[in-house]
């Protein structure tokens, strides 16, 4: 089916392409000559950008369609179960805008660190700062063959990240909203005041020791204030000259019987994300433009605990000429994270006030 005027055209990456006339001929003897300058080009583009079909290390890769229809704003955590061999976790943290950790080759290594290295549009950044809706392909390099390019940096693999591009037609607009709420998965059931002075006494007892902790007239007083809360004065008085430190110690002042993880802690609270974003172009100059606001409040009912993040994202394609094309891709992102655990305030330098020993705390109060 080749034309006898036709030609032939041979090239393999390396060498420098040959054009041969076929004249009629049906074999030909070829020798291909060394192009240095080819195997430097495959270098930059392998550096930015890899098709995976040019690699022959192990390679996953998940679509952008895949992480839209999960409701998570972390790009981390929406690749949760998408790549084998790929393990998430976020570090046992619930607190709003909490961000995943990845590892790809184990947890066990001399630096600690096994984080595999990150590049988005060809630009090392985190992957937690990358809205997932303007994400269009994620390739993960697993193995050192795949990735030597990257040197020592990926020496715990390689993420590489497409974002979205503008497509030749009419402008098109996209919007996508998610409202969720999160909730305590699970909160200990407290025994109530006159259970857990018991339990304390017999505690005291069995270690040996004369005296117990609450006299069988704070027992008395408990009993009847949780039978009528208004017919006894829950109020330790404190003596003159006596330190408050001290009476707050003094488990014999005072009666309550309250549950201060049910005080402290919401049932459940909201969160939302906002997506819009616009598309489009001529055959010389494509867009993609989007923006994106998030805000997820946290579940403590007395604090002002809560994380908002607004992303922008530009991808600009523009052909000057037959030979010379421009591209401007641009990302921003801001959070803000409000939370009482050591947050200094940048106005008056006071901490925040509360430490992770809050929550030791509510398990000893009653």
Excluded at 249 to 268: A, C, I, M, Q, V
Excluded at 320 to 337: A, C, I, Q, V
């Amino acid at each position: 089916n080749v034309p006898s005027k036709g030609n032939l055209v041979v090239s393999y990456i390396g060498y420098a392409t040959q054009t041969l006339p076929i004249n009629g001929k049906t074999s030909f003897s070829i020798v291909l000559a060394e192009d240095t300058e080819t195997l430097d080009e495959v270098v930059v583009v392998g550096y930015g950008v890899q098709k995976k079909v040019n690699l022959t290390g192990s390679v996953a890769s998940v679509k952008g369609d895949a992480l839209e229809h999960r409701p998570v704003v972390d790009a981390t955590q929406s690749l949760q179960g998408l790549v084998p061999g790929l393990s998430v976790s976020n570090g046992g943290s619930g607190r709003p805008g909490a961000t995943g950790s990845l590892s790809l080759r184990g947890q066990g290594n001399l630096s600690g660190n096994s984080a595999p290295y990150v590049l988005v549009d060809g630009v090392e950044m985190s992957l937690s700062d990358v809205n997932p809706n303007d994400i269009e392909n994620i390739s993960v390099l697993k193995d050192a063959a795949a990735c030597a390019i990257y040197g020592a940096r990926a020496a715990y693999g390689v993420i590489l990240v497409t974002t979205k591009q503008g497509e030749e037609g009419k402008m098109r607009a996209s919007y996508q909203g998610t409202l969720g709420w999160s909730a305590p998965t699970v909160l200990p059931d407290m025994v109530n005041s006159l259970d857990f002075v018991k339990f304390w006494n017999d505690g005291v007892s069995n270690t040996g020791a004369a005296n117990r902790m609450y006299s069988e007239q704070k027992i008395a007083d408990l009993e009847q204030y949780m039978r009528d809360p208004s017919s006894i004065d829950p109020w330790g008085d404190l003596a003159p000259g006596e330190s408050l430190n001290a009476a707050f110690e003094n488990s014999e002042r005072g009666l309550g019987n309250t549950d201060y993880f049910d005080l402290h802690y919401k049932n459940y609270s909201f969160k939302h994300n906002h997506n819009l974003s616009f598309s489009g172009g001529s055959k010389k100059a494509q867009y993609y433009v989007s923006g994106g606001y998030y805000n997820e409040d946290g579940i403590l009912r007395y604090a002002d605990m809560d994380y908002t993040r607004y992303t922008v994202n530009a991808n600009i394609t523009s052909e000057l000429t037959k030979w010379l094309k421009l591209k401007f891709n641009t990302k921003f992102m801001h959070s803000d994270n409000r939370t009482p655990f050591n947050n200094e305030d940048p106005k008056t330098g006071l901490d925040g006030g509360l430490s992770e020993g809050f929550y030791h705390s509510l398990a000893r109060f009653r």
